[in-house]
Structure formats: C-alpha cells, structure tokens
C-alpha cells in the first residue's frame, strides 16, 4: 500500500467477493481487472482455485461496481492459456482462434471456465453498451527475480516439464504488460489482444530458456 502511495496513487482495500463491500469502496471512471490470488508459481490444481473464483464471480462483482460508478471502460488480464492446456505443434494462435474451449478433464475445465467466464461477462457488459469491455490475453509473465522460484523449483526436479522440456511459448516482460494495459486504458478499443514476446505462440513450455546449462 505504502509503496502504491509512493507512486501517486490512491490504494484503498476491499474484498472483490463481496459485492456490497467492494460497491462500498470503488469510485471510478476505468477499471482494470488484474485480480489474482496467487502469490508464488503455481504447481498443483488446487493452487490456482481461488485465482479461478476472482475471473468467475470476481469478474461479476468488479462489473457491478463499474456500473455503480458509472466507469464507462473495463480493462481485463486475460491470458493466452485461455486458449487452452494442450500442445498446438506448429499451430500459430492468433485472437481469431476458437478461446476457452472445453478442458480435457474436470480440472483443466475448471481452469478454462475462469477465462470463458471473464471473457463472456465482459462481452456480455459491452454489448449492452453500458461499458467498453478490453481483454488482453497476456503470455506468461517474466522480469526481475521473478524466475528464482521456476529456477529453485527445477534444481529440486519439482516442475513438471511437458514434452521433456523441449517444448516453447511465449513470455511477456512485466513493464512491457504495464505499458501494453495504459495503452489500452488510454487508447483501446473495444476488443481481445493477444499481448506477448515477439515470438510464436505454439502453445508448449520451453524449460531451456530458463534453466541454461551449468
């Protein structure tokens, strides 16, 4: 909180999963939804349960306060998983492919309804044309000491490396995603970007770039 001060800007807290306390606390011409409950990498199921719930009903009670306030533009972090889990081989995915399709099992399901939940509820919020709804589908993030925990996670052989860890995605710098979400908030339009490293997204998990031989 301290620090979001020292940046100039007015933090306030309130619980997104509560509709009447979050309505209690926003005041708002733009929201951006980047809400996530995850505080280190994910490795089990279960650990992205509760960051599922924020882009399902989170989603719906930010829309609520976006109306209540009278926001007129909704800036939303999506993410090119959306797609969904799977090896694409040398598919490029684009923002005109099929997003959210259905999982392969009831977990990676519950995975994939988060993204098609956020995605719908937005489209669903600008086709009323109460809101200009933006989803930006982020590859995975990277930046300043943020592959410690992936590096200490593979010296201790406890990630799991699809394809043996020959298979690639794309990344996408953290400032780079700061700077591409005020582009947006400032100057989108009402739209789905796919918002990655200048690099195909063929959909596999490349372990090398991040663990180089000693």
């Known amino acids: 909180m301290d620090h979001l001060s020292h940046l100039g800007a007015h933090p306030i807290l309130a619980n997104v999963m509560d509709r009447d306390d979050l309505l209690r606390a926003v005041q708002a011409d733009a929201v951006i939804h980047a809400l996530t409950a995850l505080k280190k990498t994910p490795l089990r199921h279960q650990d992205m349960y509760a960051t599922n719930a924020l882009r399902d009903a ?8 976006a109306r209540e306030v009278g926001a007129r533009r909704f800036v939303a972090e999506s993410m090119t998983l959306g797609y969904g889990y799977g090896d694409w081989g040398e598919k490029v995915i684009t923002e005109d492919g099929p997003f959210a399709p259905a999982g392969s099992s009831s977990q990676l399901e519950r995975h ?26 982020y590859g995975y993030f990277y930046g300043p000491a943020s592959l410690v925990p992936l590096l200490e996670n593979l010296r201790r052989r406890s990630l799991p490396l699809p394809d043996g860890g020959r298979a690639v995605t794309s990344w996408f710098y953290l400032e780079d995603a700061a700077a591409a979400t005020v582009a947006a908030l400032e100057r989108g339009k009402e739209e789905t970007l796919a918002v990655e490293d200048n690099k195909k997204n063929d959909k596999k998990i490349n372990a090398e770039a991040i663990m180089p031989p000693h």
């Open 58 to 65: 989170g989603t719906t009670n930010l829309l609520a306060a």
């Open 112 to 137: 994939v309804a988060g993204f098609r939940s956020l995605e719908r509820q937005i489209w669903e919020a600008t086709q009323a044309d109460w809101i200009e709804g933006i989803s930006l589908r």
